[in-house]
DNA sequence: AAGGTATGGTGGTCGGACCACTAAACTACT
DNA sequence: AGTAGTTTAGTGGTCCGACCACCATACCTT
């Protein structure tokens, strides 16, 4: 390839200095940082260069400047604000479970949504994703990614950018934590059977038979996933009673 | 609950005139900004403050600025960087719609959760809303603020924190959305009377009664807010099959 | 001890000066 | 005329220094 020879402005250096200053740094949730004109020194560059790199930090939520104060690292980084979701699932220990009980409540409604709005073209494009994943099986390989595949699809096709949005960011942390936790998608050739049925669901605009499906689809998974784990649907929830810490 | 009094500094005001620009204004994907010396002279602030505009604007991805060139609106908008969601709301026209059909097909569930997992602490925490809710109307107050904690503690009782933050988003967006187009809220009479079923179904544990009737209650609502507005459920989606248009 | 008041430090804003770079206009050579 | 090189005007990038608004704290007064 061709070296993009990347031209670095100044403060976009300074972002990502700061950054690792957080990342690996010390520098806790709360903590507060060098006043802008320390961090100019430091780095050597004017103020204002420091106040650009600032501003794009608290842009994406690291950062948080209070005049007269000083500037802080945002209590919770930006994981919230992006994606308010990926918190949980690496915080809590049960955060997969309740990941994909939201899941399953979307999903089949999200089937549902599809078997009535979903156009040609969407059709068309399922109809690929379960082909593919046929493909992918009878070479042995685990068709998951084709699997997401389909389910997204399926989210574009209900029509509805919001649903879409969220089923998105909810497959991506799936993926991620089970990449750590859970390896296995469990009884492949299954998930396939289904996903046929829910097709054929949609095509035939049965929008009932297409939620039913996709529930018990979502169930097989959810049981070679989960099982044997304790717990579930037992969880302790965390007492929010108190709003604030006085002290500190 | 309480207004925190932003304090809106210089540069954030110029990142909602220009993206208001960029919004409603003509200025489309690939156009040029004026310079940033005319914007700082335009706005009657300094060159400063409008390019810490500009690069939050650009650390959001609606901007790209080459130097000795200028500054351009980029191609695509923030949609898949940011919080995937406030963007579809203010853009898309039915942005409403699609948020509320979120709600309508969350929160039943959630009632259904709420009613099997819900802690006594939970279930008084409703009953005072609940309560609040009646005294706010007794004043001829509309309510809302309390009709939407009713709806905030249910998802805190349903026990899935993934859930809780996407009702909590889907609640914050409502409500800024709603401030700028749809005042109304209609028929709060109807609302707390809805909620006295729920949180009743849910005391008894009838799960299946609390997700129907909050099923209902959640149709009144976006009857009364959405009422006489044509398209609905038969929003045009955008064609995607084919990826690009070659004539136009 | 309580309350008011200076004070130093912090972020916020400003204006102006250069620098680096790009695109377009211009010039000169072929 | 066409082309290559040069100039030039305008843009974003960076820096500086000054001042303002604000906050926390130390310091007074009472």
């Known amino acids: 390839m061709f070296k993009p020879v990347k031209k670095t402005r100044v403060y976009e250096e300074i972002v990502v200095k700061v950054k690792k200053m957080i990342e690996k740094g010390r520098l806790h949730s709360g903590d507060q940082l060098p006043s802008e004109r320390e961090l100019a020194e430091v780095f050597n560059v004017s103020r204002s260069s420091v106040r650009e790199a600032l501003r794009s930090l608290e842009t994406q939520g690291y950062l948080e400047s209070r005049q007269g104060d000083g500037t802080y690292i945002a209590r919770q980084p930006v994981e919230t604000l992006v994606n308010p979701l990926a918190n949980v699932i690496f915080t809590e220990k049960d955060g997969q479970m309740q990941l994909f009980e939201m899941r399953r ?71 991620e934590s089970r990449d750590k936790y859970l390896q296995v998608e469990g009884r492949p050739g299954m998930s396939l059977v289904r996903h046929r049925e829910i097709l054929q669901a949609i095509k035939t605009g049965d929008k009932d038979l297409a939620a039913r499906v996709m529930h018990e689809h979502l169930e097989d998974i959810e049981r070679s996933l989960f099982q044997g784990v304790k717990g579930y649907k037992k969880q302790n929830k965390t007492r929010k009673g108190g709003s604030q810490n006085k002290v500190s």
């Open 105 to 175: 409540i979307i999903e089949p409604q999200l089937a549902y949504l599809a078997a009535e709005r979903a156009t040609p073209e969407e059709l068309d494009m399922l109809e690929k994703a379960v082909e593919e994943q046929e493909r992918a099986m009878a070479k042995g390989e685990s068709g998951m990614e084709v699997d997401k595949t389909f389910h997204y699809i399926l989210a574009q096709a209900a029509g509805n950018k919001v649903i879409l949005s969220i089923v998105d960011n909810i497959m991506d942390l799936l993926s």
